[in-house]
């Protein structure tokens, strides 16, 4: 059993993931206060982070927080700045793609809007940072369940240990037991796509460009990795998906080069490649007494905007601000007065993003002549106004709304 769960101990921080999201919101917290007790439960050992083979697309405003974290300069040589983004929009049987839409990939001068970082880098360096602050860790294992009372909440963990806390933050994914546990009730629908994501080689340099090709299945996309790669994020109907991923190596290729182009060159795979549902789930409450839903659990989004995870990372700036800042105010941290301040933060901004890429989905996800004249025309426009294509860049590096201070590099 993990050393953290058999001690007698009240912690004032339980969180429940070991992902991203649970284990930045830990460093993030010991950072800010090294008084703080903090410990994380996940079924995974945490030994096997760097065998995550895929790779995140990482904004500007997250990288800043995890440099004030301190461990973005350790990362940064090994992630791929994103330094120009075209989107196109046509048939798969079409010839020609036409550009519809470019975007320049800074926001400040040698500051891209966002880094491609692979995960088997990012999270043994949360990890590492974290536990060298004294965050402890109760890992493989995973909360079965918990019951709150008037002052704490006790996690009743699958090996048998327990676990008390002042405040239980559940990051433990779209499908979160803890938050079906806590009652909480969701917005959810199935889009009947599926992500299909891998990685490949190519024979010439992308130049750190990105692509956001819109085909009748739904957006397919490359992002840039460093050398003559790219990681794929190709939306088809579950069913193609599923048969797509089970398919031989000849006929995956083959499907992918009708997709991908050959101006990169030949095309190899270069990694394993594996099918994720993709749907909408939105949390109807962010809180309840004592507990926290933080990430994926709160809200699961298409990845049409790339911007799942960069939304779970506001979340972890928003809680450790409002946690932080109540404990040096002496005040509870599983208050629910204080936890409401970090629901009125995140919730409405997760409901509109949530929004805003479910529409972009069903606009750009069909075969449709006269949604694709309507879209492109909109997309045309947008190329042509400067200002607006500015507050997009703004919105993908994720500066749009108020800003917690991590996102901003600046410490709580």
């Not at 953290?4 to 993931?17: F, N, R, W």
């Not at 099918?275 to 994926?296: E, H, M, S, V």
Request: neutral net charge; charged residues 25%; glycine residues 10%.
């Amino acid at each position: 059993m993990a050393k953290a769960a058999e001690k007698d101990t009240m912690y004032d921080v339980a969180i429940a993931g070991g992902g991203y999201v649970g284990l930045c919101l830990a460093l993030a917290l010991k950072k800010a206060d090294p008084a703080m007790g903090v410990v994380v439960i996940d079924p995974k050992p945490m030994h096997i982070l760097n065998k995550d083979p895929r790779a995140s697309a990482i904004a500007a405003a997250a990288s800043r927080m995890l440099d004030q974290l301190g461990i973005w300069q350790g990362i940064k040589d090994k992630a791929q700045p994103i330094h120009e983004m075209i989107v196109t929009d046509s048939k798969l049987r079409d010839v020609v793609r036409p550009v519809f839409l470019t975007f320049g990939g800074e926001v400040t001068d040698g500051e891209p809007f966002a880094h491609m970082t692979p995960n088997g880098v990012m999270l043994p360096a949360l990890y590492d940072a974290s536990k060298s602050l004294g965050v402890e860790f109760a890992a493989p294992d995973s909360a079965a369940t918990f019951r709150t009372s008037a002052d704490n909440v006790t996690i009743e963990l699958a090996s048998g240990g327990t676990i008390k806390a002042r405040l239980l933050v559940a990051a433990d994914g779209v499908r979160s037991k803890l938050r079906d546990l806590a009652g909480i009730r969701t917005n959810h629908w199935d889009y009947g796509q599926s992500g299909i994501v891998t990685t490949v080689k190519h024979e010439r340099p992308h130049d750190g460009r990105a692509e956001e090709h819109f085909l009748p299945a739904g957006p397919f996309a490359i992002l840039p990795l460093t050398g003559n790669r790219s990681s794929l994020v190709w939306t088809e109907s579950t069913a193609d998906a599923k048969r797509l991923v089970e398919s031989d190596d000849f006929t995956f290729e083959l499907e992918l080069e009708r997709r991908f182009g050959l101006h990169l060159g030949k095309l190899e795979l270069d990694g394993p490649r594996n099918a994720y549902p993709l749907g909408l789930t939105l949390a109807r409450d962010f809180i309840k007494p004592r507990f926290a839903l933080a990430g994926d659990a709160a809200h699961g989004i298409h990845p049409i905007a790339g911007q799942g995870l960069n939304m779970g990372f506001k979340d972890v700036a928003a809680l450790a601000e409002v946690l932080v800042e109540a404990r040096r105010l002496g005040q509870d941290v599983g208050a629910f007065d204080v936890l409401e301040r970090y629901q009125r933060w995140r919730r409405f901004d997760a409901f509109q993003m949530g929004v805003v890429t479910d529409v972009l989905n069903r606009l750009f996800s069909n075969d449709n002549d006269v949604l694709r004249a309507a879209r492109d025309f909109g997309l045309g426009l947008v190329e042509r106004m400067p200002g607006l294509k500015s507050r997009f860049i703004k919105e993908a590096a994720g500066f749009a709304g108020p800003s917690p201070k991590l996102l901003s590099g600046e410490p709580i």
